[in-house]
C-alpha cells in the first residue's frame, strides 16, 4: 500500500521498457508486483497456460476413444512404463488425465482467466480506481494460486500418477490408498481455496469502496455486477469444499472415517478402517461448492460479452436493470440447487422434488441475461469485430447448454441421462463453446487496453471460424451419444457393451474435430504474441466505448489514471439522441 | 492516484477498507465452520451410539475461561488504543498473547492425554471430529498469536507514523480474536457436554 506512487508519464508501464528511470527493480515490477494489471496479466498467462495444458491432455484422451488400445502417435514413446507401455494408454493412465482434465480447467484454467486476469484487470479501471484495495493480498493470492497449479502438475510424477478419481473426487473411491496423486490433489485444492478466498475479499472490497466519484451501483458496467456477485460465490461457496478437503485429507492420512462407511469391501478384501462414516456427505459438500462454481464459470463470460455486445451493436443494453437483478437473484439461487447432480444417489424423492424446483427457478434469470443480451442486437449496425464474433457465438452456445441442462435438472428425466455423454455435451456447451468464447472475445476486447496495440483481425477471423465449427463437431455428437446410453469415463469408449456398437464411429468424428480445434488455435497464439510486438499501435479508446477503462492510457501506468475519473452517466450511453457522436463517455460530462 | 479509504471512512459506506476486508473473511470462516459444524451433526445423527464423557470437562471449561478473558483483554487492547495510552495497550495485548498461548498448553496436555490412550483420530468418529475441528481451531488461534506478535514487534512501529492506521489493524485484530473465541464458544458444549 505504501509503493503506490503516481506516475504521469506513459512510458513507463510499458512492458518491455524497464530499463532505468524506475524506482521498482524488475522482480518488484514483473514478479513479485502488487499491481493489479500486472497481476491480471500474470493470471491470465498462467491461466492460458493451463488452458492449454488441460486440452492436451483431452487430446490424448481422444485418441484413446477414437483408437482404443492403438498407441498414442507422436508423444506415446515419452509417456513411460507407467503410464502407456510401448504408447498405449493404461486405463490408471486414461482415469488420471480424466481427473485432472477436469480439476485443470475448472480450478486452474477458467476461473483463473475469468476471474483473476479479466477481474483483476479490468474491474478496477472499471471503476475508475487506482488499484485493487488490498494490493498485497493480491499478490499473496496469485501466487497461492501458482503453488496450487505446480502441486497438481506436479503429482503428474508421483507413484501411482496423479488423482484418478474423477474431478469431483467421489468416497470411498477417492480415500482408498490406491495413487498417492489423490493426496496432492487435496492439498492442491486447498492452496486453490485459499488463493480464491483472498480474491474474493479484494474483489468485493473493491467493489463497495473504491468505485470513482458518481459511480454508484446502478451505473457500474455489468461485468463488474458479474465480478460482484461472483466474488460473493467463491467467498461463502469454497469454504465448505475447503472443509471437505480438510476431512478428506484426515481419511487418507490420518485415519479418520468421515467418508468411509462400515464393511466395506475391496477386491475381495475387507477394508480395515474405522467404518460409521457417510459418503454421501462429501457430494453434498462437494457440490455446495461445485454447482455455485458452474456460475463462478458462466457470470463472468456474461460480463464480458454485455461490454462488446453493447460496444459492438453501438447501443444501450436492453434490460439493463433486469439483468442486474437477475445476476443478484442468480448467485442467491446458486446456493440452493446443489443437489440436482445427487438424483441418483437415493437421497430420497422429498429432496428430489425440492431441488428440481429450486433448478427450473434458477434457470428464469439465466434465460432473463440471455434474453436481454439478444434483444440488445435487435435493429443495431453490428460492427463485426473479432470479440464481437465470439461474443455472438456464446449467446446460442450458452443457450444450447442451459436449455439441454433442463432434462438433467428434472430428476425423472436425468434417471435415463445421468452419467452418460449427454451430460459431458450439456456442461461442456455452457463452459467450452460458451465461458472459453467469452474469454476469447475479451483478450481480443481489451489486448488494446493491456498493450497498446491491437490484435490482427484476419489470424482473429481464422480462429473464430475454425474454433466454431469444430468445437460443436466436438460436442454435438456428445448428445446423440449420452441420449443412446453412451457412459462417460469409459476407458475403451464404451466398446464393451452391445448398445454402444452404433454409436461408437462418432468416437472418431469427435477424435477428429478436437484435434482440429487444437491446430486452429495456432493462429490465436501466433496473434497473441505477434501482437504485442507489431500489433497496430493504438490510443487509449480504439473501439469507442463508453466505460472508464478507456480513459486510462493504454497500457495504463502504475495508478491507472492520470487525473482522477469522475462519472457522469450511465455505462453503455451509445448513439444518445442529439449527441455529437455515437458514444457518450461515462467520463465526459 | 493512491488507494484511498485506507484509513479514512467512505462517506457512503460508512467503512474503511480493511474493516470490510475482515468483516468479509469471517463470512467465509463461518461458511468453513459451518460447514464442519454440519458434518457434525450428520455423522452423530446417523452414528449408532454416540460416546459420552470422553473428554476432560474441567480442561475445557478451564479453556473457555482463558478465551473469554483473552476477548475481554482484547477489547482492552483496541480501547486503551483509542485513548493514547500506549503502554496499557501493550499490557493488553501482551496479555491476550499469554493467555493464548495459554490456551494451547492445556490443549497439548489433552491432546497428549488422549493420543497416550491410543485414542487418536482414526479410534472413532467422536474422536476424528475432536481433533479435527479442535485442531483446525487451534490454527486459528496459533494464526491470530502471529498476527499479534507481529502488532507486538515491527508492526508496533506504524504507532509512531499512523497511529489511526494502527488502531484499525488492532480493531481487525480483535474482530478476527472474537470470532475464534465464538468458535470455541460453540464447541465446548458440542465437544465436551452434549
Not at chain 1, 311 to 336: C, D, E, H, Q
Not at chain 1, 371 to 397: D, E, V
Not at chain 1, 534 to 543: E, L, T
Request: proline residues 6%; aromatic residues 16%.
Amino acid at each position: 500500500m505504501d509503493n503506490v506512487t503516481t506516475h504521469e508519464s506513459v512510458a513507463h508501464s510499458q512492458a518491455h521498457d524497464h530499463a532505468h528511470h524506475e524506482e521498482l527493480g524488475f522482480w518488484r515490477k514483473y514478479v513479485f508486483s502488487v499491481d493489479h494489471k500486472v497481476i491480471g496479466i500474470q493470471y491470465a498467462f498462467t491461466g492460458l497456460f493451463f488452458l492449454l495444458f488441460g486440452f492436451t491432455l483431452m487430446m490424448i484422451m481422444r485418441w484413446q476413444l477414437a483408437y482404443p488400445g492403438r498407441p498414442i502417435p507422436l508423444i506415446g514413446a515419452w509417456l513411460g512404463q507407467d503410464r502407456a507401455p510401448m504408447g498405449i494408454m493404461l486405463p490408471e493412465f486414461y482415469n488420471q488425465l480424466g481427473a485432472m482434465h477436469g480439476t485443470i480447467m475448472v480450478f486452474l484454467g477458467v476461473v483463473p482467466l475469468a476471474v483473476g486476469g479479466f477481474g483483476n484487470f479490468v474491474m478496477p479501471l472499471q471503476l475508475g480506481a487506482p488499484d485493487m484495495a488490498f494490493p498485497k493480498i493480491n499478490m499473496v493470492s496469485y501466487w497461492v494460486y501458482f503453488l496450487g497449479g505446480v502441486t497438481m502438475l506436479t503429482s503428474f510424477f508421483l507413484k501411482g500418477g496423479a488423482a484418478q478419481s474423477g474431478w469431483t473426487s467421489y468416497p470411498p473411491l477417492a480415500t482408498l490408498p490406491i495413487a498417492n496423486g489423490q493426496t496432492m490433489w487435496l492439498i492442491g485444492m486447498i492452496f486453490l481455496i485459499t488463493s480464491s478466498l483472498l480474491g474474493s475479499i479484494n474483489f468485493i472490497t473493491t467493489i463497495v469502496q473504491l468505485r470513482a466519484k458518481g459511480l454508484s451501483f446502478m451505473r457500474l458496467p455489468f461485468f463488474v455486477w458479474a465480478q460482484f456477485v461472483t466474488s460473493f460465490l467463491l467467498l461463502l461457496a469454497f469454504p465448505p469444499l475447503e472443509a471437505a478437503g480438510v476431512l478428506q485429507l484426515m481419511d487418507r492420512v490420518a485415519g479418520t472415517s468421515f467418508f468411509m462407511p462400515s464393511g466395506l469391501v475391496v477386491s475381495g478384501r475387507p477394508l480395515t478402517v474405522a467404518g460409521n462414516g457417510n459418503p454421501l456427505l462429501w457430494q453434498h459438500l462437494f457440490w455446495f461448492l461445485a454447482h455455485p462454481e458452474v456460475y463462478v464459470l458462466v457470470l463472468p463470460a456474461m460480463g464480458i460479452v454485455s461490454e462488446i455486445i453493447a460496444n459492438n451493436t453501438r447501443k444501450p443494453l436492453w434490460g439493463y436493470k433486469a439483468m442486474v437483478y437477475s445476476v443478484v437473484f442468480l448467485g442467491f439461487m446458486s446456493f440452493i440447487v446443489w443437489a440436482h447432480h445427487m438424483f441418483m444417489t437415493g437421497m430420497g424423492t422429498a429432496m428430489s422434488a425440492f431441488f428440481q424446483t429450486t433448478t427450473m427457478i434458477i434457470s428464469i434469470p439465466s434465460v432473463i441475461i440471455l434474453t436481454a443480451l439478444l434483444l440488445s442486437l435487435w435493429g443495431a449496425s453490428i460492427r463485426f469485430t473479432t470479440p464481437m464474433l465470439f461474443a455472438l457465438a456464446f449467446l446460442p452456445m450458452f443457450g444450447i447448454g442451459g436449455l439441454t441442462g433442463l432434462p438433467l435438472g428434472l430428476a425423472p428425466a436425468d434417471i435415463h441421462l445421468h452419467d452418460t455423454y449427454y451430460v459431458i455435451g450439456h456442461f461442456h456447451y455452457v463452459v467450452a463453446p460458451g465461458t472459453i468464447f467469452a474469454l476469447f472475445a475479451g483478450v481480443y476486447h481489451w489486448f488494446p487496453k493491456a498493450t497498446g496495440k491491437k490484435m490482427n483481425e484476419t489470424l482473429g477471423w481464422i480462429h473464430f471460424w475454425g474454433s466454431f465449427i469444430c468445437i460443436n463437431l466436438v460436442f454435438m455428437p456428445m448428445f446423440i451419444q449420452g441420449l443412446g446410453g453412451m457412459n462417460r469415463r469409459m476407458y475403451d469408449g464404451g466398446a464393451q457393451y452391445a448398445h454402444n456398437a452404433g454409436l461408437l464411429k462418432w468416437n472418431l468424428v469427435i477424435g477428429f474435430a478436437a484435434w482440429g480445434l487444437g491446430v486452429f488455435q495456432i493462429p490465436f497464439i501466433i496473434n497473441f504474441f505477434s501482437s504485442i510486438k507489431w500489433g497496430k499501435a493504438v490510443d487509449k479508446n480504439p473501439w469507442e466505448a463508453t466505460t472508464l477503462e478507456w480513459l486510462a492510457p493504454s497500457p495504463p501506468g502504475h495508478g491507472n489514471f492520470l487525473t482522477e475519473p469522475i462519472v457522469y452517466r450511465n455505462p453503455y450511453e451509445y448513439s444518445v439522441p442529439g449527441a455529437a457522436k455515437d458514444f457518450s463517455p461515462q467520463f465526459e460530462a | 492516484m493512491e488507494i484511498p479509504y485506507i484509513v479514512e471512512t467512505r462517506p457512503d459506506t460508512g467503512l474503511h477498507n480493511g474493516k470490510l476486508g475482515i468483516w468479509l473473511f469471517l463470512a467465509s470462516e463461518v461458511m468453513l465452520f459451518g460447514a464442519l459444524f454440519s458434518t457434525y451433526i450428520i455423522l452423530r445423527v446417523g452414528a449408532p451410539e454416540w460416546p459420552h464423557g470422553e473428554l476432560s470437562v474441567l480442561l475445557g471449561a478451564i479453556n473457555t475461561v482463558i478465551l473469554i478473558s483473552s476477548s475481554v483483554t482484547m477489547v482492552m487492547a483496541w480501547a486503551s488504543l483509542k485513548m493514547n495510552d500506549w503502554g496499557t495497550h501493550r499490557l493488553y495485548l501482551v496479555a491476550t498473547f499469554a493467555l493464548a498461548a495459554l490456551f494451547l498448553v492445556n490443549k497439548y496436555f489433552e491432546y497428549s492425554e488422549h493420543l497416550g490412550k491410543g485414542e487418536g483420530p482414526w479410534h472413532s468418529t467422536f474422536f476424528a471430529i475432536y481433533f479435527t475441528l479442535t485442531g483446525l481451531h487451534g490454527l486459528h488461534i496459533v494464526g491470530g498469536m502471529v498476527v499479534m506478535a507481529y502488532l507486538l514487534g515491527p508492526g508496533a512501529k506504524m504507532w509512531k507514523k499512523n497511529p489511526d492506521q494502527f488502531a484499525n489493524r488492532i480493531e481487525a485484530t480483535g474482530l478476527y480474536w472474537h470470532f475464534v473465541d465464538l468458535v470455541w464458544i460453540f464447541l465446548f458444549p458440542v465437544l465436551y457436554l452434549l
